[in-house]
């Protein structure tokens, strides 16, 4: 099995860490979608990251579908989404906050590295980053509500806080929300003010701190 991407694009990072969770293992092959366009489209013409071929050779793409690919293939004790509906529903309503966020980086990244400074559209830009801001707002408040950055016992005037954002183990929605955070962090300096986002803060610097995320480094 061959992953193939860039770990400082955030859906080739969720998926890598992903597998190491499941404890599947896979080879990386550390391509770039602009430096690499050529190799790249030698083994998916659609140039996406990441892309995974599985053992028998089929190319999948997006990590979403990866992700549901390798879920199917791991031990049911080490799968990382929730088989109760209730509980799936906030995990994907995390990730998806998540993702959002990491689209909206990369909008901001193109608009301000690719794109001419007399370009460049400014209420376009403005729009993005207010996007940018409504999902990490979204995880912020889910976060705080949870107390899912804070991984000591909770005060008395607060809930006991679950070891994760939805149960006492490390699952998808933790490794999605950390990652974005960095990916943002790193990406766009400044524009996201970790003092506005306390929890999601915490919350990151915890799991970033962790060996599969250290092992799996964005730079």
């Given at each position: 099995?061959?992953?193939?991407?860039?770990?400082?694009?955030?859906?080739?990072?969720?998926?890598?860490?992903?597998?190491?969770m499941y404890g599947i293992p896979y080879e990386h092959r550390?391509?770039s979608v602009f430096r690499h366009f050529d190799e790249f489209?030698?083994?998916?013409?659609?140039?996406?990251?990441?892309?995974?071929i599985t053992d028998d050779g089929t190319t999948l793409t997006?990590?979403?579908?990866?992700?549901?690919?390798?879920?199917?293939?791991?031990?049911?004790?080490?799968?990382?989404?929730?088989?109760?509906?209730?509980?799936?529903?906030?995990?994907?309503?995390?990730?998806?906050?998540?993702?959002?966020?990491?689209?909206?980086?990369?909008?901001?990244?193109?608009?301000?590295?690719?794109?001419?400074?007399?370009?460049?559209?400014?209420?376009?830009?403005?729009?993005?980053?207010?996007?940018?801001?409504?999902?990490?707002?979204?995880?912020?408040?889910?976060?705080?509500?949870?107390?899912?950055?804070?991984?000591?016992?909770?005060?008395?005037?607060?809930?006991?806080?679950?070891?994760?954002?939805?149960?006492?183990?490390?699952?998808?929605?933790?490794?999605?929300?950390?990652?974005?955070?960095?990916?943002?962090?790193?990406?766009?300096?400044?524009?996201?003010?970790?003092?506005?986002?306390?929890?999601?803060?915490?919350?990151?610097?915890?799991?970033?701190?962790?060996?599969?995320?250290?092992?799996?480094?964005?730079?």
């Amino acid at each position: 099995m061959q992953l193939i991407g860039m770990l400082d694009s955030p859906f080739v990072r969720r998926v890598a860490i992903s597998l190491a969770m499941y404890g599947i293992p896979y080879e990386h092959r550390a391509l770039s979608v602009f430096r690499h366009f050529d190799e790249f489209a030698n083994t998916n013409p659609a140039v996406k990251a990441p892309t995974l071929i599985t053992d028998d050779g089929t190319t999948l793409t997006d990590s979403t579908l990866i992700l549901d690919y390798l879920e199917r293939m791991a031990a049911p004790e080490r799968r990382l989404m929730p088989d109760d509906l209730g509980a799936r529903a906030k995990a994907l309503h995390l990730i998806g906050f998540a993702l959002a966020a990491c689209e909206k980086t990369m909008h901001s990244v193109y608009e301000n590295m690719l794109r001419p400074e007399e370009k460049r559209h400014e209420p376009w830009l403005e729009r993005v980053q207010r996007q940018l801001h409504g999902a990490y707002g979204q995880l912020e408040a889910a976060l705080a509500a949870g107390n899912g950055g804070n991984h000591s016992e909770a005060d008395q005037s607060g809930p006991k806080c679950d070891a994760w954002l939805i149960g006492e183990r490390m699952m998808q929605p933790d490794i999605t929300v950390a990652i974005a955070w960095r990916f943002t962090q790193y990406m766009l300096p400044g524009v996201v003010d970790p003092a506005r986002y306390p929890a999601l803060a915490a919350f990151s610097a915890r799991a970033e701190a962790l060996p599969v995320f250290i092992d799996t480094p964005l730079e």
